[in-house]
C-alpha cells in the first residue's frame, strides 16, 4: 500500500506549509490516517491523526497551528501547518491506522509513506 507524502521544504518561522498524502491499492476511506515526524537525534512523535468519519487528534504543541483533514475522494490526507516553529523541523511522515480509528501511537499504523522534510529557519 503505497503511500506518498509531499509538500515539504524550507519555511521562516511563522510561516505556513501543507503537507499531502496520496495513498494507493486500498479502500483509503475505511482508515485512519496519521502524520507523525522525526527531528535529528530523537525519536519519531506522533503529531495528527484523522479517523475515518474525520474525528482528529492533536500533538499538544501543535493544536491550534496544524489541522489534518482528508479528502476520500481524492485517496489523500492533508496537514496544514501554520505558524510554523524552528522546532518543528524534522522529517515528516504519513501512515494508515490498521483499522477506522486513528490514534497517537506507531503500533496501531501499518504502512508509512517515504517521508518529506520541512525545515522551518529563525
Known amino acids: 500500500v503505497p503511500l506518498q507524502a509531499s509538500g515539504g521544504g524550507l519555511v521562516q518561522a511563522g510561516g505556513s506549509l501543507r503537507l499531502s498524502c496520496a495513498a494507493f491499492g486500498y479502500i483509503f476511506s475505511r482508515y485512519g490516517m496519521g502524520w507523525f515526524r522525526q527531528a535529528p537525534g530523537k525519536e519519531r512523535e506522533f503529531v495528527a491523526a484523522i479517523n475515518w468519519i474525520s474525528s482528529t487528534y492533536y500533538k499538544d504543541s501543535v493544536k491550534g497551528r496544524f489541522t489534518i483533514s482528508r479528502d476520500n475522494a481524492k485517496n489523500t490526507v492533508y496537514l496544514q501547518m501554520n505558524s510554523l516553529k524552528p522546532e518543528d523541523t524534522a522529517i515528516y511522515y504519513c501512515?494508515?491506522?490498521?483499522?477506522?480509528?486513528?490514534?497517537?501511537?506507531?503500533?496501531?499504523?501499518?504502512?508509512w509513506g517515504q517521508g518529506t522534510q520541512v525545515t522551518v529557519s529563525s
Open positions: 501512515a494508515t491506522s490498521k483499522s477506522a480509528q486513528a490514534t497517537g501511537y506507531m503500533r496501531d499504523y501499518d504502512y
